[in-house]
């Protein structure tokens, strides 16, 4: 069955770099699109970034553009986001999430359980 394991969260200061990671397996990781979305119980759930199945073409929230990175290994089934220049609005749950085809951004169909980023002075 399809699972998806983020991992990378945890307590950080404002500024500075954390890497998330997420790790698929139960499908053909490379034939579909991944996402990363996240979810601040104050504000709901927001999609973050997307990244095509080969990398091609990759699209950020305005929220997060220019600060985070996507990027995808497709022969460790890992799917990334880098989050550099942290600030306190990026505290939330951090979801890795699997796109219906190799481009879709917003139809996700399986999601991990998420790894909760921090970020306070």
């Known amino acids: 069955q399809v699972q998806l394991v983020e991992s990378g969260g945890g307590l950080a200061q404002p500024g500075g770099s954390l890497r998330l990671s997420c790790a698929a397996s139960?499908?053909?990781?490379?034939?579909?699109?991944m996402n990363w979305a996240r979810q601040d119980p104050g504000k709901g759930l927001e999609w973050v970034s997307g990244i095509y199945r080969d990398g091609s073409k990759i699209a950020y929230a305005s929220s997060v553009e220019g600060r985070f990175t996507v990027s995808r290994d497709n022969a460790k089934n890992t799917v990334y986001l880098q989050m550099n220049s942290r600030r306190p609005e990026d505290t939330a749950l951090y979801y890795c999430?699997?796109?219906?085809?190799?481009?879709?951004?917003?139809?996700?169909?399986?999601w991990g359980k998420g790894t909760l980023v921090t970020i306070s002075s």
């Open positions: 999430a699997k796109g219906l085809n190799y481009r879709a951004h917003y139809e996700l169909d399986y």
């Open positions: 139960g499908f053909t990781f490379s034939n579909y699109a």
